[in-house]
Structure formats: structure tokens, C-alpha cells
């Protein structure tokens, strides 16, 4: 319990180690202002920070990202700032040895995990899609499909093959994917039952943790074997787990993703969907911009053996770090960002028994949605809130008044329960 002004008394102190990995462009600039503003005044942390700024990662070959995600593994909590996935523009523009790969699915290959974003309602942003007043969390499976696909061009007339060759000798099974007549495009794709297991393991914890029903969508009328797999692995999964699903009073539906799109658009909301790694990529757009804005978008990487990570779903915002540059004035939102912090240090304090530590995250986070609620918002909040605020505040402005509200909860000490009449 707080009582006091912690931020000028002692601050609660983390057991265990928080793995920080720092980014690029204008969540660079939110990084730093969190960190010096809304962190360090009111919590001790011990961190393990690794620099995953472009150049960095550059001039380590990369290793800096492999280096963070072995850390995520072994301390079991990382944070971390949006970083750019360079393309060629990039490679030109930081003068990169290479297009390096995307840090996010390098860390996500090592830690095998599955990706859950989840957004924050505040009750003067409505949601575009004016039913939806719980939030709808989706549960990407980050591994196989089309991201690790073989793909060719077939020039012109002749068949196509899919052959499997057992690794222990014995007689090749194969099956003619399309006589081709004429030019055209063949792919092939796969996924292997361990990582589907855990993907559906995790999205089963996830569910009874937040006591939210879980559905399941996919094409399994079509792709019988391939969807027809990922169906029944859910279905044995959470056939396992019935006990616990009837004490959380939570539900798992399984649907066709047709079914499942036109059935999300009239629900209020309230439930976790578990999608395919192709699905989990589009629907989790669909439903953040369908909330309202990418800086209430927040999201966590899941590892099936344990390890967290905490970041805000949106990428640098690029194009306010060009303002900034230029020293004009920016209305970046960092409130997903302070919730990747606030999820990693309420982690940490849940992990090592620390509620003092989970208790600071939590008020934070109240800090940040009052400050909101009140008013007081960024220029993308601004333009779509009910009521309008009559104008918006600077990146700097919004940190600096949830700084002070929350200086002011911690500051009214808590009125003590009454005792219990003997
Ligand atoms: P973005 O950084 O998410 O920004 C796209 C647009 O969304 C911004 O221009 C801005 O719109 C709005 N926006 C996003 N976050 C906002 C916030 N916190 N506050 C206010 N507005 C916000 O996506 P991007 O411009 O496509 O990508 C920029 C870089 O980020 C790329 O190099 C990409 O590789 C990287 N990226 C990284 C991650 C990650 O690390 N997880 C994820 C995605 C992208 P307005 O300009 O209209 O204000
Ligand atoms: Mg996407």
C-alpha cells in the first residue's frame, strides 16, 4: 500500500532483472523522456539494457538482437522500444552494411512465442466500430505459413510435385499439386505440430489468466488436413483444460474465419482471438484502427516456456521523428509505450512476489488513462475523441501531466479499511 509521496521517499525495488532494449526515431525520443519522467522517480528497477538502434545493430552484425532475445530467456521479462525494419531506403539512409532482418521476428523466432495485442479503451475515445466497449485481444501464431514459404515461378507448361522424403529411408510419399498448361505462380507452406501445440497452450493461459472467452477461426471445410490440424490440436487442447475454462465461467468456440469476421464486427467485445500467423497479421490492423488509434495498441510476446515481452504494437512514427529533427514542436502518444513498461514491471513484480512493484505499474497506468479521461491528450486522440478537447498537448506535455497525477495519487494516502467489528 502507498502512503506518503513515494517519488520523494524510498521507491519500491525490483528482486529480479527487467531485460530494456532501446529503439529507434521518435519512439526513441518517448523512450528516454518515459524512462527520465514516469519511470526512474518512482521505481528502482534493475535493468539489462541492449541497444537496438539501427546502427547498433548494424555495427554488431545484429548480434545486439540475438544477444537481447537470449536475455528475454534467461531474466523472463524484456521491454521493448519500436525499432525500424530496414528496406533499401534504409540501408541508404543509415549507410547499412545490409537490410537487416526484422528485430521483432528475430526475437519472436528465439523465443517461439505467440503475440497478443490487446487494446485500451478509454471512455472519451469512442471505438470506430461504436459496438465494440470491451476490448478484443488477437492471438497471432508467429510462426510458419507464408512467412516461411517456398515460392516459384512456374514459366510454362508441366507438373508440379509436393514430395516428402522420410529422414529414416523408407518410400516417398508424393501428390501432384497442378498440371500447368501455362505460365503461372506455385507455393508451398507448412507449420509443424509442436509449435501449433504451443501457440494453442498459450492462448488457452492467456484466456483463464484474463477470464476472456477464446475462440478459434479457420478454413478447415477447405484445407482439411492443414486447418483440419490446427482445429483439432484446439480442440484437444482445450478439451484438456475443461475444468479450468468452467471454474474461469469462460468459453472456447471454435468458428470458420468467415464466419468468425462477420460475427466480430456485432460483438461487444470481451474475448481473445486466437488467429493463424496470416489472419493474426491482418485482423490485429483491422481491430486496432477499428478501436481508434495505434497509440492505445499494446502488445506481448508470449513464450510457451515463460518469458514476457512487453512493447506498444505501433512502429519509430517515422514521420513525427522528422519534425522533431527539425526541432518543431510534436504530439506523439506515448501511452502504449508506458503500458510496455508498466506490463514488464507489474510482470516482474507478479513473478518475484513483489506487489509493491505491480501496485506502482497499475497506478501509473490509471495515471495514464485519468490524464486522458480529463482532457489531456495527444494530437491522435484529439482528433477523434467525444468531446473533442479544445486543443491537444505536446509529447513532452502529456508525459509531464501524467507525472503529476500520479505524484498526486501516490502523494493521498489511502484511507485505511475500518476495522472489523469484533
Ligand atoms: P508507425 O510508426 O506505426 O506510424 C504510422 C502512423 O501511425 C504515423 O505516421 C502516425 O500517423 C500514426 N501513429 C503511430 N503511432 C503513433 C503514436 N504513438 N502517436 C501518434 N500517432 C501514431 O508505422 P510506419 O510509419 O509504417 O513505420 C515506421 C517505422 O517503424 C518503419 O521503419 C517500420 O519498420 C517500423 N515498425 C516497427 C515496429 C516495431 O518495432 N514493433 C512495428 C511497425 C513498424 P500520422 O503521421 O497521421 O500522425
Ligand atoms: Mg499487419
Redesign the pocket.
Known amino acids: 500500500m502507498f502512503s506518503g509521496d513515494t517519488s520523494a521517499g524510498p521507491r519500491p525495488k525490483a528482486k529480479n532483472t527487467i531485460v530494456e532494449m532501446d529503439?529507434?526515431?521518435?519512439?526513441r525520443v518517448?523512450w528516454a523522456m518515459v524512462k527520465a519522467e514516469l519511470i526512474e522517480p518512482f521505481v528502482e528497477l534493475k535493468l539489462e539494457r541492449y541497444d537496438l538502434h539501427v546502427k547498433e545493430r548494424d555495427r554488431t552484425d545484429d548480434a545486439v538482437t540475438v544477444q537481447a532475445a537470449e536475455a528475454i530467456r534467461r531474466h523472463g521479462v524484456g521491454v521493448?522500444?519500436?525499432?525500424?525494419?530496414?528496406?533499401t531506403a534504409?540501408v541508404e539512409e543509415y549507410k547499412l552494411k545490409k537490410a537487416w532482418p526484422?528485430?521483432?521476428a528475430t526475437i519472436r523466432a528465439i523465443l517461439d512465442g505467440t503475440v497478443f495485442r490487446k487494446p485500451l479503451l478509454v471512455r472519451n475515445v469512442p471505438p470506430t466500430v461504436r459496438n465494440w466497449v470491451k476490448p478484443i485481444v488477437i492471438g497471432r501464431h508467429a510462426y510458419g505459413d507464408i512467412y516461411k514459404s517456398a515460392e516459384m515461378r512456374i514459366p510454362g507448361p508441366g507438373r508440379v510435385d509436393m514430395v516428402y522424403t522420410p529422414a529414416g529411408g523408407g518410400a516417398p510419399q508424393s501428390l501432384v499439386v497442378f498440371d500447368f498448361k501455362s505460365p503461372g505462380i506455385v507455393r508451398g507452406v507448412h507449420n509443424v505440430e509442436s509449435s501449433i501445440r504451443s501457440f494453442a497452450r498459450t492462448c488457452i493461459t492467456f484466456a483463464l489468466e484474463e477470464r476472456m472467452d477464446l475462440w478459434f477461426s479457420a478454413k478447415d471445410t477447405i484445407a482439411k488436413i492443414y486447418h483440419g490440424t490446427f482445429r483439432e490440436i484446439f480442440r484437444q487442447e482445450t478439451e484438456a483444460r475443461r475444468v479450468d475454462f468452467q471454474k474461469a465461467g469462460i468459453q472456447y468456440i471454435y468458428m470458420l474465419i468467415d464466419d468468425a469476421v462477420a460475427r466480430v464486427v456485432r460483438h461487444p467485445g470481451g474475448f481473445l482471438w486466437a488467429c493463424m500467423n496470416y489472419d493474426g497479421d491482418v485482423m490485429s490492423d483491422m481491430v486496432a484502427s477499428g478501436f481508434g488509434?495505434?497509440?492505445l495498441m499494446t502488445?506481448v510476446l508470449v513464450s510457451p516456456d515463460g518469458p514476457y515481452e512487453f512493447?506498444?504494437?505501433?512502429?519509430?512514427?517515422?514521420?513525427?521523428f522528422r519534425k522533431h529533427e527539425r526541432g518543431e514542436s510534436t504530439?506523439?502518444?506515448?501511452?502504449?509505450?508506458i503500458f510496455a513498461w508498466t506490463g514488464a514491471i507489474a510482470k516482474r513484480g507478479e513473478l518475484d512476489g513483489t506487489p509493491e512493484l505491480t501496485q506502482i505499474a497499475r497506478a501509473l497506468e490509471a495515471s495514464v488513462l485519468e490524464t486522458i479521461e480529463s482532457g489531456t491528450m495527444?494530437?491522435?486522440l484529439a482528433s477523434i475523441a467525444d468531446p473533442a478537447p479544445p486543443s491537444h498537448v505536446t509529447t513532452q506535455g502529456f508525459i509531464e501531466a501524467i507525472a503529476a497525477r500520479l505524484r498526486s495519487k501516490l502523494a493521498t494516502p489511502r484511507r485505511m479499511p475500518a476495522a472489523a467489528p469484533r
Open positions: 529503439g529507434d526515431e521518435m519512439t518517448i521493448k522500444c519500436a525499432t525500424i525494419t530496414p528496406d534504409r526484422s528485430p521483432n488509434s495505434l497509440g502488445s512493447e506498444a504494437a505501433h512502429g519509430t512514427v517515422t514521420k513525427h504530439s506523439t502518444n506515448s501511452t502504449a509505450t495527444t494530437k491522435d
